[in-house]
């Protein structure tokens, strides 16, 4: 047990300490490690009709990690010839929340 630990809690043993901190970090796993939203720029929903515009995410509307507005996915393109088959969302990886 640290020295400054002993002589603000002489009764407490380091055990009951221990158990206590595990306790707090259990019950607020967050607290410790809380991180302000970085909010994507946009003023409406999105829609993502095409792989290249899920890949290029990020640079549209980033770097974020929070979506005020709602995202769409698939759907028709508005340009006749793109290729509209969706294979994966990593672009959208970095996202951790949607708000809309």
Known sequence: MPEWLGTAFPR???SFISLFFLLVLHLFPNAAFAEDAVYCS????IRLSTQAQIDGFQVAYGPCDTVQHSIAIGGSSSNRGTDTNINNLDGLAG???IQG
Request: avoid cysteine; proline fraction near 0%; glycine fraction near 0%.
């Open 95 to 97: 996202i951790k929340e």
């Open 12 to 14: 407490l043993s380091a």
């Open 42 to 45: 946009t003023t409406d929903d």
